[in-house]
């Protein structure tokens, strides 16, 4: 697949390195975890991060078919609240959709030793999906006006502004609580699209959703989640397994 040029919007290169190069916890769970467990876990490892009693964790894994609303929903953009449970987050953004497919990378972070700039991690987020899918050959790109990560489709017909078409790839949401991040970044690997029809996802209407196997990539999640992993430390630094699971 070849790379089209680079747009002036294009994520620029942006790394958050730890101020003592301590490595990450890396945890991947394989079975599909719960909303809710998640959250309990990331609420409790974020205090302990933020009081000094536990390590930065990175946290990949999957969710049951969902949708969230990050603190800037909007009602109207919840299609079909029938269709999946809906849970109400702390995180940015608005309605987005998690299910099995998706590869949910969870960020918790002590940006104190990181800098303590908000703006400066979520640039490294974006810089970590797009260094991810450079990898596959696909340029991600992002929007001033819109969140996420997107791709271009030119060979479908361009919208109706005469703007190429495009769709997206990746959501980005997180909070920060005493300077420690939490929520993340989602991937969409081989996620059941038609799911994203329940919600006008991040509150974007006229654009699409794609993934990796939409776009012709053929991969499983163990190899896209080794590829996560050279990228998040190309961006944050080292990373180590973590030596028990989380509870």
């Not at 599909?32 to 894994?61: C, D, K, Q």
């Not at 001033?144 to 190429?164: K, Y």
């Not at 690997?189 to 509150?203: A, T």
């Not at 991969?219 to 028990?244: C, H, I, N, T, Y």
Request: one cysteine or more.
């Amino acid at each position: 697949m070849d790379i089209p040029a680079p747009s002036r919007l294009q994520v620029e290169t942006a790394t958050l390195p730890r101020d003592d190069n301590a490595a990450v916890e890396w945890i991947v769970l394989d079975e599909l975890v719960p909303y809710e467990t998640a959250l309990a876990f990331m609420e409790t490892r974020a205090a302990a991060i933020a009081a000094g009693e536990a390590n930065e964790v990175v946290v990949l894994l999957e969710h049951p078919p969902i949708y969230t609303a990050g603190t800037s929903a909007r009602a109207s953009d919840l299609l079909d609240a029938a269709r999946f449970p809906v849970f109400q987050t702390g995180r940015g953004g608005e309605y987005t959709y998690h299910g099995p497919g998706q590869r949910v990378a969870y960020v918790l972070l002590d940006l104190r030793r990181r800098g303590s700039d908000v703006r400066r991690f979520v640039a490294a987020l974006e810089h970590w999906i797009v260094d991810t899918l450079a990898h596959y050959q696909i340029r991600g790109e992002r929007r001033e006006d819109r969140v996420g990560v997107w791709v271009r489709r030119p060979e479908r017909a361009p919208l109706a502004d005469g703007s190429p078409a495009e769709d997206k790839i990746a959501a980005i949401g997180i909070r920060v609580r005493r300077w420690v991040s939490f929520h993340g970044i989602s991937l969409n690997v081989d996620p059941d699209l038609s799911h994203f029809g329940g919600i006008v996802p991040c509150g974007i209407q006229g654009y699409g959703v794609t993934s990796l196997i939409d776009l012709g990539v053929p991969v499983s999640m163990p190899e896209v989640d080794m590829v996560l992993r050279g990228s998040f430390e190309k961006v944050f630094g080292p990373s180590q397994a973590a030596s028990g699971r989380p509870t």
